[in-house]
Antibody
Framework: QVQLQESGPGLVKPSGTLSLTCAVS?????????WGWVRQPPGKGLEFIGE???????NYSPSLKSRVTISVDRSKNEFSLKLTSVTAADTAVYYC????????????WGQGTPVTVSS | QSALTQPASVSGSPGQSITISCTGT?????????VSWYQQHPGKAPKLVIY???QRPSGISSRFSASKSDNTASLTISGLQSEDEAEYFC?????????FGGGTKVTVL
């Protein structure tokens, strides 16, 4: 049973960089799956941020592409999200997910970590 | 690309059936058979209930069914139960990205 666990600061200053890590257990990050991030602003819907496959270039949402970097650390079996130049609009619960590439769906989700952008 | 369109809320009595619609375009829902649905209870992470338009993951009740016609996907919950009260999100591959609907709050009366 794959388990995902997000970690990182819960508070980020405006114009700063949001950095989160997702630890994968119960499976290898080098398996035949993509790994990604989804966020949910307070009281709002879900938004796809991006995804990465261990040996390919990541895919990012066009609306966030200029500010997002997703990377994999195979030695630690984890992947990370960096979002630069954050504003209050980036305040959300951030989920890491496993992406089933052939079906384009998210079958495992982390519990989510809330991030607030505020000075 | 814009988010997919879902009704804000749908309600039904226990035992009844309800249907949630999810409207996209010919570039997402209409183009790919890659629609999925997620159930989210308050304060919890979303849970996959349907993938590839109409497939149920292991462990998901057969009361959940789904289909697609042209640019609109639909999720039906039959024999509505109290534990079905939650928010439901549709999701579709859109070529260069993945889109979600705004969510539908299902209330069991």
């Amino acid at each position: 049973q794959v388990q995902l666990q997000e970690s990182g600061p819960g508070l980020v200053k405006p114009s700063g960089t949001l950095s989160l890590t997702c630890a994968v257990s119960g499976g290898s990050i080098s398996s035949n799956n993509w790994w990604g991030w989804v966020r949910q602003p307070p009281g709002k819907g879900l938004e796809f941020i991006g995804e990465i496959y261990h040996s390919l270039s990541p895919n990012y949402s066009p609306s966030l592409k200029s500010r997002v970097t997703i990377s994999v650390d195979r030695s630690k079996n984890e992947f990370s999200l960096k979002l630069t130049s954050v504003t209050a609009a980036d305040t959300a619960v951030y989920y890491c997910v496993r992406v089933i590439s052939y079906g384009r769906f998210f079958d495992y989700w982390g519990q989510g970590t809330p991030v607030t952008v505020s000075s | 690309q814009s988010a997919l369109t879902q009704p804000a809320s749908v309600s039904g009595s226990p035992g009844q059936s309800i249907t949630i619609s999810c409207t996209g375009t010919s570039s997402d829902v209409g183009k790919y058979n890659l629609v999925s649905w997620y159930q989210q209870h308050p304060g919890k992470a979303p849970k996959l209930v349907i993938y590839e338009v109409s497939q149920r993951p292991s462990g998901i009740s057969s009361r959940f069914s789904a289909s697609k016609s042209d640019n609109t996907a639909s999720l039906t919950i039959s024999g509505l139960q109290s534990e079905d009260e939650a928010e439901y999100f549709c999701c579709s591959y859109a070529g260069s990205t993945t889109l979600f609907g705004g969510g539908t709050k299902v209330t069991v009366l």
